[in-house]
């Protein structure tokens, strides 16, 4: 079975950093890529960053460009989302995610989700 566990969320205010991990089972990151998406109250759910090895490749959407950071760990399976300077728009339940081999902001791409983190971010 396939899973992915993400850890981290929580309530921070605003300019402060968080991170969040997505520890994955089942499948290898030469596989697939595992990213973050995000869903604010009230808005779809938004593709945030990814990380693909199959390419070498990284994406940002650019709301937090310059502010997050994604990286992987492949001895533990583990993406990490290092949120830096955080801002009440970045307030939203974060859910990891994975796609076959490459990058993708699309949901009805996406071929495994984990549950969702929340992270709070109060002015």
């Known amino acids: 079975d396939v899973q992915l566990q993400a850890y981290g969320g929580g309530l921070v205010q605003t300019g402060e950093s968080l991170s969040l991990s997505c520890a994955a089972s089942?499948?290898?990151?030469?596989?697939?890529?595992i990213g973050w998406f995000r869903q604010a109250p009230g808005k779809g759910r938004e593709a945030v960053s990814c990380i693909s090895r199959s390419d070498g490749t990284t994406y940002y959407a650019d709301s937090v460009k310059g502010r997050f950071t994604i990286s992987g760990d492949d001895a533990k399976n583990t993406v990490y989302l290092q949120m830096n300077n955080l801002k009440s728009e970045d307030t939203a339940i974060y859910y990891c995610?994975?796609?076959?081999?490459?990058?993708?902001?699309?949901?009805?791409?996406?071929?495994?989700w984990g549950q969702g983190t929340l992270v709070t971010v109060s002015s």
């Open positions: 995610a994975a796609a076959a081999v490459f990058c993708t902001i699309q949901p009805l791409e996406i071929d495994y």
């Open positions: 089942g499948i290898t990151f030469d596989d697939y890529a």
